[in-house]
């Protein structure tokens, strides 16, 4: 869209160990069944293409579309995806 | 190109394969009232009672459930129309995916829960996305899995949403 960007894509996730597993990248036994899909990922963050953030659940904007939620918060997340009356 | 073509002009955008477009001074709106109302009235729930949620919370669908199987032909063609509107409404992505794991033998309760997610749609028709157009664009992820939600598989569902400026213009919700 005629717009460069300078800086890397952030990448929120409410996943503090998988934050973890994805900037340290340690071989581990139990992490030894990840795809390789995930070790893509890995080389995103080493070239500086995106950085996994964390973020707290409430404002998981995610959550959205993995579960059921309350009313109130499905309406902060509605909000927040940008989401209005006309 | 008008020379070398045969073409007209339409002008700006307004109307694209059901999806509404206003342009204005300070951004874009995208809504689908119009095919939103249009399912409404294919499956006759123009007239229900509007509902604040599409699903309900801790909301749990089974496979086998015991209640009495319903037409899989209108559930199907109600739960296509419904993943259809999904191309904007990203706020009922998670209901038509839920739903949509019983095509094959839909049960009431099954049909009970599209008929809420018509009822939620009732409620929000003008319901659009908006994106400003203020200089500072940038493009921000989120991702979120639900750890193995689905208790027959123990499959989890994952879903992320890009934001760039105000809104959400892409997202996903898959098991």
């Known amino acids: 869209m005629h717009q460069n960007q300078n800086t890397p894509t952030e ?4 996943n503090k160990s998988a934050i973890a597993l994805s900037k340290n990248p340690v071989f581990h036994g139990r992490s030894k069944h990840i795809d390789i899909r995930f070790h893509k990922i890995r080389e995103l963050i080493a070239e500086k ?9 409430e404002e998981q904007i995610a959550d959205i579309f993995t579960k059921p939620l309350k009313t109130e918060s499905f309406y902060k997340l509605k909000k927040m995806l940008g989401m209005m009356q006309a | 190109m008008i020379k070398c073509f045969e073409m007209t002009d339409l002008g700006l955008m307004s109307y694209f394969l059901g999806i509404e477009v206003v342009q204005q ?5 995208i809504s689908q009232k119009k095919y939103a109302s249009d399912i409404l009235k294919k499956f006759k729930m ?9 699903v309900e919370e801790k909301l749990k669908l089974t496979r086998e459930s015991d209640g009495k199987r319903v037409d899989p032909t209108h559930y199907k063609s109600l739960i296509g129309s419904l993943r259809y509107l999904t191309a904007q409404r990203s706020d009922i992505v998670c209901g038509v995916g839920l739903l949509s794991r ?10 009970q829960g599209a ?3 018509l009822r939620y749609i009732k409620g929000t028709l003008t319901d659009g996305i908006f994106y400003g157009n203020n200089s500072d664009v940038k493009l921000v992820g989120y991702t979120d899995s639900d750890w193995a939600g689905d208790t027959e598989t123990r499959k989890s569902t994952s879903g992320y949403a890009f934001h760039l400026g105000t809104g959400a213009i892409s997202w996903s919700s898959k098991k």
């Open chain 1, 11 to 14: 990448i929120y996730c409410d």
């Open chain 1, 49 to 57: 293409e995106v950085v996994i953030e964390y973020c707290p659940t």
């Open chain 2, 25 to 29: 001074k300070d951004g874009i709106f």
């Open chain 2, 46 to 54: 123009e007239h229900s009672k509007p509902i604040s949620t599409p």
């Open chain 2, 102 to 111: 019983y095509m094959e033998e839909p049960r009431v309760s099954h049909l």
């Open chain 2, 115 to 117: 008929k809420r997610i």
